[in-house]
């Protein structure tokens, strides 16, 4: 069993929240963690995932849906947002008793794309914790190799490429996007 020293100080939703602006920070096992800023790429897959999805719960209102920005209060050591996050109707009101707080709690569905900043342990890392903390679906887009995995409980997953649909199985029920949307880039020169 793998034990963490205790955080030197517990950070609060409120000191989490007074983060000068411009500073962008996430709380993983008690330790802060720098977000920098990403490139185009990251921007555009994100875009997709959200614009797909949330015309898609337009018209199957089965909850709501988060952008990278919005927190996830996990428990004291870990306090850090997904890409893209989606919240089911019924885990909604245990999660937001404060709307202008941080969630409690992990999302039903977390997404995170690799960014060149991003070191894949350190995905992985965040995709277990959101999994032991609730998440019961996570992809993660790896622009690179141009393939999604697919997690769905544990370290395990499915690897897609291109040429497969990404399907929103019990979590998002009849949603499809195929793979390649996401790395389809008309209008922007390599």
């Known amino acids: 069993m793998k034990t963490t ?3 030197s100080k517990y950070w609060t939703d409120e ?3 007074a983060v000068p602006e411009g500073e962008r920070f996430q709380l993983i096992q008690g330790e802060f963690s720098n977000m920098s800023p990403v490139g185009g790429e990251h921007g555009l897959i994100c875009t997709r995932l959200l614009v797909a999805i ?26 850090f947002a ?11 009101p245990e999660m937001m008793p404060d709307i202008k707080s941080f ?8 997404i995170e794309v690799l ?37 769905s409980g544990n370290d395990e997953h499915l690897i897609l490429d291109e040429s497969a649909t990404l399907e929103g ?8 996007l195929p793979i390649r949307d996401l790395f389809n880039y008309p209008r922007v020169q390599r």
Not at 117 to 130: A, G, V
Request: charged share 25%.
């Open 5 to 7: 020293a205790a955080p």
């Open 15 to 17: 000191d989490l929240l």
């Open 54 to 79: 949330g015309i898609f719960l337009r018209s199957n209102p089965l909850g709501e849906l988060f952008d990278s920005s919005t927190g996830f209060r996990l428990d004291p050591e870990n306090c």
């Open 82 to 92: 997904a890409d893209v996050a989606f919240v089911s109707n019924a885990r909604l």
């Open 103 to 110: 969630l409690r709690g992990a999302p039903d569905l977390a």
């Open 115 to 151: 960014s060149p900043s991003n070191r894949l342990r350190q995905i992985e890392q965040k995709m277990r914790i959101f999994f032991s903390h609730g998440t019961t679906l996570g992809w993660m887009v790896l622009p690179e190799k141009k393939h999604v995995r697919v997690y």
């Open 169 to 176: 199985s019990e979590v998002l029920p009849g949603f499809k």
